[in-house]
């Protein structure tokens, strides 16, 4: 098994410019939950989706973020627009089990 | 306060000693509690899984839960250089699995 699988993994932009990012879980796990983790703030759930369905998105921080799940194999998180302040570490993680999550290796962010 | 408390460290130990890390949350509803370790620009992976109270052993690593006190705890014996990393613990109130980690606690083991 491949692992859970990010693109892309570095990512630079300008402010003001949209990104997204891209996960593809593990076969079989019916959760996945996106992470940001800074220096600051540690790790950060921003949304989680149990069967291709949203949860709980509180975590997200602004409109500026959004996230979708079209179905099991494939989720997307967009920030439009992206600021500076958004730079950070992106974790997509998936779960076959409470508690039990896969992470993958993340994208780096970076906005100028 | 913060739901999960979790000293950042650094916690830097010779090869071969005792690692001891530990972590303390304040909702007593929290009922499934884990231990990630992540090394450097990598993801979390998971350590160690427990659900009720007492120890848990695999190998070199022991999770403690005490769920009256409200605190967990990681032992890693004979530590080895490989098991510097960052050690986060985390905990869940809820089925959907929505994990609450603490800060983490870096670790240098040092030959």
């Known amino acids: 098994d491949a692992g859970v699988i990010q693109s892309p993994r570095h990512e630079v932009t300008e402010m003001g410019q949209e990104v997204t990012l891209r996960c593809k879980p593990i076969?079989?796990?019916?959760?996945l939950f996106w992470y940001r983790q800074t220096m600051m703030r540690g790790l950060e759930l921003l949304i989680y989706?149990?069967?291709?369905?949203?949860?709980?998105d509180s975590g997200m921080p602004e409109d500026r973020f959004s996230a979708k799940m079209p179905n099991a194999s494939f989720s997307t998180l967009k920030i439009q627009p992206s600021e500076p302040r958004d730079s950070a570490v992106y974790f997509c993680?998936?779960?076959?089990?409470?508690?039990?999550?896969?992470f993958g290796p993340g994208t780096r962010l970076l906005v100028l | 306060q913060k739901e999960v408390e979790q000293d950042p460290g650094p916690l830097s130990v010779p090869e071969g000693a005792i690692v001891s890390l530990n972590c303390t949350y304040s909702?007593?509803?929290?009922?499934?509690f884990m231990w990630y370790r992540q090394y450097s620009r990598k993801g979390p992976e998971l350590l160690m899984y427990?659900?009720?109270?007492g120890n848990k052993e695999d190998g070199r690593f022991t999770a403690q839960v005490d769920k009256s006190s409200k605190y967990i705890s990681l032992f890693i014996r004979d530590s080895q250089p490989s098991d510097s990393a960052t050690y986060l613990c985390?905990?869940?109130?809820?089925?959907?699995?929505?994990?609450?980690f603490g800060a983490g606690t870096q670790v240098v083991v040092t030959p």
């Open positions: 993680a998936s779960s076959p089990r409470v508690g039990d999550q896969y």
């Open positions: 427990t659900y009720s109270s």
């Open positions: 989706f149990n069967n291709n369905v949203p949860i709980d």
């Open positions: 909702n007593s509803a929290f009922q499934y």
């Open positions: 985390a905990m869940t109130l809820d089925s959907w699995g929505k994990l609450q």
């Open positions: 076969s079989g796990h019916n959760s």
